[in-house]
């Protein structure tokens, strides 16, 4: 009979709660957080391994949480806080200004800013350019036949003539430099030519 009424007892789980310093709890189960730390109001209760996998990041259990049986949980003491905390320094330089002063400085340092732009270079004059030549007619039909454009056809013309007159002696380089802009700004020169039947090359 006594075999009986042993064996219709039920033994409640028990949960472990270990302090820092080594010393062990054992609690009777059912029992929350809020009942542990109720006598321990400075502590906060973490689960062993949520302490081991995140260690300090580990989030503490809510008071409403109910304890495990035959789990252990770490009761940890949170670092009193100081009474009066002293007040945030601001980091100041050796110049004192006044508001005033710090307002003009304020607005020099964004009309700075404003006035930024990236330096670029002159552009040049947009007045389109005329130049004449006269070119005989069979010669013009060749240059057409053998160049592909325009383009083509006004620098052979200014490379023939460029070299032979006194005109384009001088300013050789320049003539040379204004064909090649020529071919990549059209818009801003034209070049145009006068064909004459049967005339000598001038």
């Known amino acids: 009979m006594g075999n009986a009424m042993g064996g219709g007892r039920r033994r409640k789980g028990r949960t472990k709660v270990m302090k820092i310093d080594g010393e062990t709890m054992k609690l009777a189960t059912p029992i929350t957080a809020s009942e542990v730390l109720s006598q321990h109001p400075d502590h906060r209760l973490f689960e ?15 008071p409403h949480h109910q304890l495990h049986p035959k789990a252990l949980y770490f009761l940890l003491q949170l670092p009193p806080l100081p009474a009066h905390a002293p007040p945030l320094r ?34 040049p004059s947009a007045a389109p350019l005329q130049v004449k030549f006269r070119l005989p007619t069979a010669e013009m039909d060749r240059l057409l036949n053998e160049c592909e454009d325009k383009a083509e056809v006004a620098q052979r013309i200014l490379n023939l003539y460029g070299r032979d007159t006194d005109r384009f002696r001088g300013g050789q380089g320049q003539l040379r430099s204004t064909a090649q802009a020529s071919t990549c700004k059209a818009r801003e020169k034209r070049v145009s030519f006068v064909q004459m039947k049967d005339s000598p090359t001038q």
């Open 48 to 62: 062993s391994q949520s302490l081991r996998n995140l260690g300090l990041r580990a989030t503490p259990l809510e």
């Open 90 to 123: 601001r980091v100041q330089s050796g110049l004192h200004a006044s508001a005033t002063d710090r307002l003009e400085w304020l607005m020099l340092s964004r009309r700075s800013i404003s006035d930024l732009h990236v330096a670029r270079p002159p552009e």
